[in-house]
């Protein structure tokens, strides 16, 4: 198994430009996230989806937007990018509720810089 | 008052030493608690869970809860330079059926050779 793949690793974009952040997981996992990190921050939840075609906002989703067509994938994105979303977004995926008796794997990571 | 509180450290421990990781929670109804380690320029990964109050071990490491006082804690005995990096605390709580995770900002653990 891959567990968790996202991609692109590194990014620099425009103010103003968009872009979608993948996210994938092979674990067969219903509950997936997408996370933000600042420096010397936790992680902050943008949103979170408990299965295909369900997504709900987490703590701060303005400027994302997310789908979930298929169990496997949770692409992320981003429109109109701003200098505040220059940060490192990990996605992450469990087999049951966020937060409960159940580990969350993170991907690797996608840093992105908006200048 | 942050949910989740930890100190920012730099946090520095002598190899073979043993490494105390502290954190707090404001919120009462948490119910479940894990700790995260996080290399420098990686993503999280869990080391342990813990639901009860007590001390949970797994191998080198300790989780002790303590409810009453909303205290969480992490020990590393015979700490390895391998053990240098950020240790995340992360608190679960559900209200009302909405489901909660929360991380605090994490501790930054050196271990001098």
């Known amino acids: 198994n891959a567990g968790v793949t996202q991609t692109p690793k590194f990014r620099i974009l425009k103010i103003g430009q968009s872009m979608t952040l993948q996210c994938a997981q092979d674990m067969n996992h219903n509950y997936m996230y997408w996370y933000r990190q600042d420096p010397g921050m936790g992680l902050k939840l943008i949103y979170y989806s408990v299965g295909a075609g369900i997504t709900d906002k987490g703590e701060v989703p303005n400027g994302y937007n997310v789908s979930r067509s298929t169990t496997e994938d949770f692409p992320l994105r981003l429109e109109l990018a701003a200098p505040s979303q220059t940060s490192v977004y990990f996605c992450?995926?469990?087999?049951?509720?966020?937060?409960?008796?159940?580990?969350?794997?993170f991907g690797p990571g996608t840093r992105l810089t908006v200048l | 008052q942050k949910e989740v509180e930890q100190n920012s450290g730099p946090l520095s421990v002598p190899e073979g030493a043993i490494a105390s990781l502290n954190c707090t929670y404001s919120?009462?109804?948490?119910?479940?608690f894990f700790w995260y380690r996080q290399y420098s320029g990686k993503s999280p990964e869990l080391i342990m869970f813990i639901y009860s109050n007590g001390d949970k071990e797994d191998g080198r490491f300790t989780a002790q809860l303590n409810k009453a006082s909303q205290y969480v804690s992490l020990l590393i005995r015979d700490s390895q330079p391998s053990d240098s990096a950020t240790y995340l605390c992360?608190?679960?709580?559900?209200?009302?059926?909405?489901?909660?995770?929360?991380f605090g900002t994490g501790t930054r653990l050196t271990i001098i050779p």
């Open positions: 992360a608190v679960h709580t559900t209200n009302f059926g909405n489901e909660k995770l929360t």
């Open positions: 919120d009462r109804g948490s119910q479940s």
């Open positions: 992450a995926s469990s087999y049951s509720p966020r937060g409960g008796r159940d580990t969350q794997y």
